[in-house]
């Protein structure tokens, strides 16, 4: 799968709505692609009391529930379209999810992809 057709499939789960005074989810969209092919998808839920949790994290929850913990690529949009860059936990969280994941290509922006090491350069392991 290329970074073309996994933009697509992050948003097109991009949905903002509030689900109550205190939760938005859905503003931001994304989509990993694993070593079999398989690509799974997540949003963000935003809570007032940071206890929500980012696409990124959704979209490894999905992979994990489904047995697997390797990823090829994957990448980050917002609601309009912009593509962006894991946050440093969700760069941790997948480091740690499997050690071949460092060289997890992300699309940081329209015309960079770097490996998910180069997001993580002095890290703690």
Known sequence: MNFNELYHRAKSVVNPKQLSKFVEVGGVGSAVCTEK???????????????????????????VTAGES??????????????????????????????????????VAEDKVVYLKELLPY???
């Open 37 to 63: 092919g398989n690509v799974y998808t997540g949003v963000c839920i935003d809570t007032a009391s940071s206890m929500g949790f980012c696409a990124e994290h959704a979209a490894a929850a999905a992979m």
């Open 70 to 107: 390797h990823i090829i690529k994957m990448i980050a949009v917002n609601c309009e379209g912009y593509i962006m860059p894991p946050c440093g936990r969700c760069r941790e969280f997948i480091s740690q999810l499997d050690k071949k994941n460092y060289q997890t290509e992300v699309k």
């Open 123 to 125: 890290d703690w392991k």
